[in-house]
């Protein structure tokens, strides 16, 4: 099973940037879909986007899109989030996922490893 890890959050003001970084462990992640998640208090999880397992694929949600990017290192095990026009309702905390198989999925439940998360706050 892969193990994930977070990286890059932090507070920023509206408008801003931030990166966030997903570290895997083990030799298989390119047989992995990735995917970011977030959760704001006392709201479900939700779908942010996801990337195929080569990085030729990419899905957002509606809600991020044409503001956030994310790209993937298989060399270096590590999935990426860019988050640029940042604003007050994307603060949550921010999930790193892999899905085994080729498609991808836009259900938490399609993806079967979890990161432990990563605060972004942004202030307005």
């Known amino acids: 099973q892969v193990q994930l890890v977070e990286s890059g959050g932090g507070l920023v003001q509206a408008g801003g940037s931030l990166s966030l970084s997903c570290a895997a462990s083990g030799r298989t992640f390119g047989t992995y879909v990735m995917g970011w998640f977030r959760q704001a208090p006392g709201k479900e999880r939700e779908f942010v986007g996801a990337?195929?397992?080569?990085?030729?694929?990419?899905y957002y949600a509606d809600s991020v899109k044409g503001r956030f990017t994310i790209s993937r290192d298989n060399a270096k095990n590590t999935v990426y989030l860019q988050m640029n026009s940042l604003k007050p309702e994307d603060t949550a905390v921010y999930y790193c996922?892999?899905?085994?198989?080729?498609?991808?999925?836009?259900?938490?439940?399609?993806?079967?490893?979890w990161g432990q998360g990563t605060q972004v706050t942004v202030s307005s």
């Open positions: 990337i195929s397992r080569r990085g030729l694929t990419t």
């Open positions: 996922a892999a899905r085994s198989g080729s498609d991808i999925a836009t259900r938490a439940g399609g993806f079967g490893a």
